[in-house]
């Protein structure tokens, strides 16, 4: 059976999906062999997950929120790296049209997740040590928070 929070979930995972035309993950069955998954624990708590080679990779949770972020940012980077390997000129980098198309996806599907992508990308990189690579992503303000 499937409560109130778990269909509530999966309508919006379904959205999405159609939105940015690809395939919904079914929320709450858990896949084990190289997979993602979707679901809420019994605590209540949703979580964003990917499973490699029968082991946890990584179990991300948050609101309900986080989750279908999590869920769009993963196909809008998809989706951008295949846009950048189609579009960029060869005498242009990679990234900057990746992230930029990445960027105009999430923020047709919500502003809130473009700027949050912006912002988390650019401080992955500064903690990597890529400052220079910051100047790649889109120039918002979140870029440089």
């Known amino acids: 059976m499937v409560d109130d929070k778990t269909a509530r979930l999966q309508s919006e995972i379904n959205r999405l999906a159609a939105a940015l035309n690809t395939e919904p993950v079914e929320v709450g069955v858990l896949l084990r062999n ?3 998954n979707i679901f809420i624990d019994d605590g209540g708590r949703y979580h964003y997950s990917y499973w490699e080679r029968g082991r946890p ?3 991300r949770v948050g609101e309900i929120d ?3 972020y999590w869920f769009a940012e993963g196909i809008t980077f998809n989706i951008g790296c295949s846009y950048s390997a189609q579009y960029t000129a060869q005498n242009e980098k990679f ?3 990746m992230w930029a198309k990445q960027y105009e996806l999430l923020n047709q599907l919500d502003p809130r997740w ?14 990597w040590g890529k400052d220079e690579d910051v100047e ?7 870029r440089n928070s």
């Open 66 to 68: 986080d989750v279908l």
């Open 95 to 97: 990234r900057v049209l």
């Open 114 to 127: 473009a700027k949050r992508c912006v912002r988390e990308t650019a401080g992955w990189l500064r903690r």
């Open 57 to 59: 990779n990584f179990d």
């Open 136 to 142: 790649l992503l889109p120039n918002i303000p979140e």
């Open 34 to 36: 190289d997979d993602l």
